[in-house]
Each structure stands twice: as C-alpha cells, then as structure tokens.
C-alpha cells in the first residue's frame, strides 16, 4: 500500500491509499523535533486500532516544513524499507512543469494542488486553498502551475488581531448574519468572515480578468465550507484534493519510471 503524507506549517496529514481509494487518513501536528521513530509509533498504533494489516511499501511526501522530512525519510528507511518519493525534489518528476519565473522555488502543496486539480476538474482552474496560509493557485489549459497569490491565513489574521490588540479577545471563525457587529466578538468575527469573503471573491475576479478565459474556482482546506455560506465563491469543494494530488504525481512517476 501507499502512504501519501502532507506536510503543512500547522498540521501533516497521513493517509492510506490501497490502489483504489483512501482507506484511512489522520491529522496529527507538524513538530520538526518528532523523530522518525515517533512518527512510526503514532501511525501504527492508529493503523492497528482501526484493523489496517497490510504493509506499506510505498511512501510520497509533500513539505512545506524541511525539517520535518528528515525525519520522515528516516521512519520510512528504517520501518518500510523503502525511499520515499519527495514532491519538489529533483528526483520527483511532475505531469506538467510550472512556468514562472526563472530561479523561482514553486512551493510543493502548490504543485500537488495543481496536479490534483488538473485530473479532476480539466484546466483553466483556481485552487483555493485555506492553510495556514489563503493559496490561490492558477493551473493552465495544459496543467501547468503558472503563478498565483499568499494572502496570510484566516486563523493566522485572527491570532495576529488577537496578540496585537491587548483588548480584543481571542475567537472563532463563524459566519455572522449581520455585517454590522453590536459587540466586539460579533465585530471581530464579520470582520474576518465577510473580509475573506471579499478577499476571495476579489483575487478570483482580478485572476479571471488577467487570465481572460472562463475558469472554474475550486477549493480546498478545513474553513472552506464555511466561506461557501457567505456566498457562491467555488464551483467545487473538494477536501481530499491535495492527497489526490500527491496519487497522481507518484502514479506518473511510476508510469515514467522516475521511481
């Protein structure tokens, strides 16, 4: 079987993929300082506990955290005996290479997005995705990644809010039915649930504009639900679209023997 592993500032998520579907897939919080032996512990123990027998024999990972992958090429070295496929890395071969500017490092979730996108919904695409940063991500009419936007994170902005304004309390996203706030939790919480709204509505349209050809808005991330009740921003929610990506490219490298 295959473990499919991605690597964000805030969480890494493991999932399990038996050549038709994921089996199972768990969140678990990016440490750099968890060793690889850790790692291994944590995931077999949930494997057993949800009666998962069979052995992994083959591991693909996206990072956004370097220093984590260390220890994760350790834990499959020395418990699957086997090397992992890295997405970013030279070695790792992608259906279609970004075009942007030379020198420039195109962030691995963003390709694993894009190849996922691609499969599944065709080109002419913009992935939104909530992460510890809002993505926007442009995948051409051939599935090339070909440039996009970082706006900082909904939850990023809220802790900011919070530890920089000593009087403004610490809350939770949540759309409000009203614009207007007549108390400061319900302020703070129209303010980042409708300015992302707007946020994202704006950066589509001005992505449109630019590209000037019809596109499909898809997206991706734990808080993505929540902003599509505020209004028809996506033509697609799709949760498992970053894992999807990460099958689609080992699958190509195995198909190119680049693996």
């Known amino acids: 079987m295959l473990l499919a592993i991605d690597c964000g500032n805030t969480n890494t998520v493991f999932s399990i993929w038996d050549g038709k579907d994921f089996i199972a897939t768990w969140r678990t919080s990016s440490e750099h300082t968890r060793t690889g032996d850790q790692y291994y512990v944590w995931l077999v123990t949930l494997m057993s506990v949800h009666k998962i027998d069979a052995g992994i024999t083959e591991v693909v990972i996206s990072s956004t955290v370097p220093r984590v992958v ?102 939770d996203v949540r759309k409000t039915q009203k614009v207007i706030g007549t108390n400061t939790v319900d302020c703070m919480q129209s303010g980042v649930f409708w300015g992302y709204v707007g946020l994202v509505r704006g950066i589509c349209d001005r992505i449109k504009a630019e590209y000037v050809r019809p596109m499909k808005v898809i997206a991706t991330g734990g808080l993505a639900p929540l902003f599509q009740q505020g209004d028809t921003l996506f033509d697609h929610f799709d949760e498992f679209l970053t894992m999807h990506g990460l099958i689609v490219i080992h699958q190509y490298n195995k198909d190119t023997g680049s693996t």
């Open 70 to 171: 260390f220890n994760l090429r350790v834990m499959c070295d020395r418990y699957f005996n086997c090397r992992p496929l890295v997405v970013g890395n030279a070695e790792c071969a992608l259906p279609t290479n970004p075009r942007v500017d030379e020198g420039t490092t195109v962030g691995p979730d963003r390709l694993v997005n894009t190849a996922a996108a691609f499969d599944r919904y065709g080109g002419d695409v913009i992935v939104v995705d909530f992460g510890t940063a809002t993505t926007f991500d442009v995948v051409a009419e051939d599935g090339a990644y070909i440039g996009g936007v970082i706006a900082p994170g909904v939850n990023l902005s809220l802790q900011a809010l919070h530890e920089a304004a000593a009087a403004l309390p610490h809350v």
